[in-house]
């Protein structure tokens, strides 16, 4: 297999510098201006792509979403407008569901009115996050949510050898990209699983794990931009996250012996990360104890930590099939026997096969739901 021009790049780099960590590589074959995965090529996202989001799956999703930001915005006393900001929004397709679904159950309570989404198209997620207080004080965010984001942030990954942790490097050897270990690139990766009391020690050697330290920069940065840097001025709001992953604990344990780095091509799995970089997804799952943590240190509360089944299940998805079932799709009962009956049948089972896959506790289901406030 020929070399991508990406992967040429990084191989030169490394010939001049000597090896990188897998973050700086991961960083390169998703973000690299030009020539990353993210930021270049056709759509990678949707049936046509690499993978596919909840958006993707059912406007269930983002109904269930619209129910949760009007909810927010009644406990935060009703502000407008009501600025709610996306990160690594992609296509906006979240966005339109919500939009559509304020228009059409909201208008009458001013909702819809006060609603102002906006999205934003994060690249690094702790590089492209504001620090400082916006000019306008009506721009301030009062929610900020992200679907299956920080997945995406580049990771360093540890490998257990002779009862210590080593971090995997990126190098070339003939003329191919391939891994060697060597002493961690910082205190920050080498304490981060003491940090979370992980008994790695217990594992077996060639045990992995990954370190998203991009994850905690995204967080300080996130919580920053929803409160604000004026200490006389106590802002008030949520951070909501959807992501796979799961608390340290949990995640970080002697059943996943190869921790949980994933790379896809045209919806195939495949565990070589370093085959035709800037051409395939490449993720990991999410620490929330981490999240979780540092929401905490910037002044935020942990509001819900709960599984997407259990989230849409108290939006009142179930509510809403049975809604759409009656009223929707009737004529898939009352005239099953007729051609738009049957047109009608086939319809509500593909929406409800959907549903099921929102809700599989074996996928989609199992995704997290994380909501900080203030």
Request: glycine share 6%; charged share 25%; proline share 5%.
């Amino acid at each position: 297999m020929p070399p991508t021009p990406l992967q040429q790049l990084i191989i030169e780099r490394i010939q001049r510098n000597g090896p990188i960590t897998f973050a700086e590589f991961m960083r390169m074959a998703l973000y690299m201006p030009d020539y990353g995965y993210y930021v270049t090529g056709p759509t990678r996202m949707g049936w046509q792509g690499d993978y596919y989001t909840s958006t993707d799956v059912s406007p269930l999703f983002a109904n269930c979403m619209g129910r949760q930001l009007y909810q927010m915005w009644e406990q935060l006393k009703r502000p407008s407008p009501f600025v709610v900001l996306e990160q690594g929004a992609g296509r906006g397709h979240l966005a339109e569901g919500v939009r559509c679904w304020a228009n059409h159950h909201s208008r009458e309570d001013d909702f819809v009115a006060a609603l102002d989404y906006r999205i934003g198209d994060l690249r690094m997620g702790q590089d492209a996050v504001a620090e400082n207080e916006p000019s306008d004080a009506t721009a301030q965010p009062h929610v900020i949510l992200s679907n299956e984001l920080v997945d995406a942030f580049p990771v360093h990954v540890l490998e257990k050898r002779n009862a210590r942790l080593y971090e995997v490097y990126v190098h070339v050897q003939q003329d191919r990209l391939s891994e060697v270990l060597d002493e961690p690139s910082s205190p920050e990766v080498a304490d981060y699983l003491d940090s979370y009391h992980i008994p790695w020690l217990s594992f077996n050697d060639g045990w992995r794990a990954e370190v998203n330290l991009a994850a905690l920069r995204w967080m300080k940065c996130t919580a920053r931009l929803l409160l604000g840097s004026s200490p006389r001025r106590k802002r008030h709001g949520f951070i909501l996250t959807i992501d796979y992953g799961d608390r340290a604990r949990l995640l970080y344990t002697r059943h996943r012996p190869r921790g949980t780095l994933v790379s896809y091509f045209q919806h195939q799995l495949t565990e070589r990360p370093l085959v035709r970089p800037g051409e395939q997804d490449i993720t990991a799952h999410v620490n929330f104890s981490a999240l979780i943590g540092e929401g905490r240190k910037q002044g935020l509360r942990l509001h819900k930590f709960t599984t997407q089944r259990l989230w849409l299940e108290s939006m009142g998805m179930d509510d809403e099939l049975e809604r759409l079932r009656t009223h929707d799709f009737a004529m898939a009962e009352t005239q099953r026997s007729s051609n738009q009956g049957q047109i009608a049948l086939l319809k509500w089972y593909d929406l409800r096969q959907r549903a099921a896959t929102l809700t599989d506790p074996a996928s989609m289901g199992n995704f997290k739901v994380l909501i900080l406030k203030r």
